[in-house]
């Protein structure tokens, strides 16, 4: 207990180091990106056992068991499905090697300490990955909207006093037009790509 304590108190500890655009195709996480569907790398980190890798479409991370194992286990994990949350950036003290990042993909808690004279690079992927939480946010909540909306106006549509044959004509027409209208919604609020944000912020 007392060896873990000093360790990480003098940054001995696993601390990640960020890896510079050149080296990208150096990484284990290369070899899972799609690069048949544009996917693009902006940011990442390599730690002893773990390579956690930031692209325009997802977080990927080959997960090692350990800095003596070859063994890995890949966890990819695309932002039009796992929403980012939570993110956090702690800087050093004093005595510490290390700064830390942290965050939530989904369900999972990531956290990643990154050599301290990397801080400047560390904090644009905090701000890159703070922007995609506030875009998702903000985007759920025009979806939740439209499809409020959708709901209103069925019900009042089966409130309406109307005949049988022309309520169902309307619900017809309401159901189509709606289903297109989510439709475009859904392709401007939904979105998978978050190349822009990584271009603006990140400056390796």
């Not at 060896?3 to 990480?8: E, L, M, P, V, Y």
């Not at 050149?22 to 048949?36: G, I, L, N, P, R």
């Not at 905090?126 to 025009?142: D, W």
């Amino acid at each position: 207990m007392f060896k873990k304590i000093a360790s990480d108190a003098l940054g001995l500890s696993d601390i990640g180091k960020i890896i510079p655009p050149s080296d990208y195709d150096k990484t284990d996480a290369d070899d899972y990106v799609m690069h048949e569907d544009d996917e693009k790398i902006y940011f990442v980190i390599k730690t002893k056992a773990d390579e956690y890798c930031f692209t325009n479409l997802a977080i990927i991370h080959v997960d090692g068991e350990s800095a003596m194992s070859s063994k890995r286990t890949l966890r990819r994990y695309p932002y039009a499905q796992y929403k980012i949350s939570n993110v956090v950036l702690e800087t050093a003290g004093k005595i510490d090697m290390d700064v830390e990042i942290k965050f939530q993909i989904g369900n999972e808690m990531i956290d990643i300490d990154v050599r301290k004279d990397q801080i400047e690079q560390l904090k644009d992927l905090y701000k890159a990955l703070l922007r995609i939480a506030e875009l998702t946010h903000e985007n759920n909540i025009y979806m939740d909207m439209a499809s409020e909306s959708i709901n209103r106006a069925v019900t009042v549509l089966q409130n309406s006093r109307t005949d049988e044959q022309n309520l169902s004509n309307t619900y017809k027409q309401l159901t189509e037009a709606g289903f297109e209208w989510m439709s475009s919604i859904r392709e401007k609020y939904h979105v998978k790509d978050f190349g822009e944000v990584f271009e603006k912020y990140i400056n390796n």
